[in-house]
């Protein structure tokens, strides 16, 4: 029974990233949603001895984006971060800043954990690729996904032994992908 939950739960995913839901953009206090997130995450990374450490731009424009899927993408970022860790723990960081040179919030989760090796760093995004025993290998493909939706990107870079940074750069102004926004 564990383990057909299991496979329900990959499947969801799996058609969720395929069939995107339609966005439901509003006008976004960026720092809010990422110390709303932080705080939520918080209890459980201090468990696994993780410290979570944010900060957020004063001069963030308020951003037009779904916050639901954003939220969702930063917990995607920081529990993989976390799980990355080795059991004595260790430390994320997590930053919003403006980039005015590309009218956007760049948001960058760094970690000081082992690190991706140059040949698997290539695929971190493909639907299914995993280096988890217990990971279905969806989190960061629809974590892409969702920020490609907002018209967005995201980036990585590792260093063996160093740490992983993820970066999440999300336009200031209007998507002009939406749908809705007319």
Same mark, same amino acid.
């Given at each position: 029974?564990?383990?057909?939950?299991?496979?329900?739960? @990959?499947?969801?995913?799996?058609?969720?990233? &395929?069939?995107?839901? *339609?966005?439901?953009?509003?006008?976004?206090?960026? $720092?809010? +949603?990422? =110390?709303?997130?932080?705080? +939520? /995450?918080?209890?459980? /990374?201090?468990?696994?001895?993780?410290? /979570?450490?944010?900060?957020?731009?004063?001069? /963030?424009?308020? !951003?037009?984006?779904?916050?639901?899927?954003?939220?969702?993408?930063?917990?995607?970022? @920081?529990?993989?971060? $976390?799980?990355?860790?080795?059991?004595?723990?260790?430390?994320?960081?997590?930053?919003?800043? =403006?980039?005015?040179?590309?009218?956007?919030?760049?948001?960058?989760?760094?970690?000081? &954990?082992?690190? @991706? $090796?140059?040949?698997? !760093? $290539?695929?971190?995004?493909?639907?299914?690729?995993?280096?988890?025993?217990?990971?279905?290998? +969806?989190?960061?493909? @629809?974590?892409?996904? !969702?920020?490609?939706?907002?018209? =967005?990107?995201?980036?990585?870079?590792?260093?063996?032994?160093?740490?992983?940074?993820? !970066?999440?750069? +999300? *336009?200031? =102004?209007?998507?002009?992908?939406?749908?809705?926004?007319?």
């Amino acid at each position: 029974l564990a383990e057909l939950k299991r496979v329900n739960v @990959i499947l969801y995913r799996l058609l969720e990233a &395929g069939r995107p839901a *339609p966005l439901r953009l509003a006008r976004t206090d960026f $720092a809010k +949603l990422l =110390g709303e997130t932080s705080e +939520l /995450l918080r209890p459980s /990374l201090r468990r696994q001895k993780v410290e /979570l450490v944010t900060a957020a731009a004063a001069d /963030l424009p308020a !951003l037009q984006l779904d916050a639901a899927k954003i939220r969702q993408v930063l917990v995607n970022l @920081i529990q993989n971060a $976390a799980e990355a860790m080795q059991e004595g723990g260790g430390r994320i960081t997590v930053r919003a800043s =403006g980039f005015p040179a590309e009218a956007a919030v760049v948001v960058a989760v760094e970690d000081n &954990g082992p690190g @991706i $090796a140059a040949d698997q !760093l $290539a695929n971190v995004f493909e639907p299914f690729f995993t280096t988890k025993f217990t990971g279905t290998g +969806l989190g960061l493909a @629809i974590s892409k996904s !969702l920020v490609e939706q907002h018209g =967005g990107r995201i980036e990585v870079t590792s260093e063996l032994g160093t740490g992983t940074s993820f !970066l999440v750069i +999300l *336009p200031a =102004g209007p998507n002009p992908t939406d749908e809705n926004d007319a």
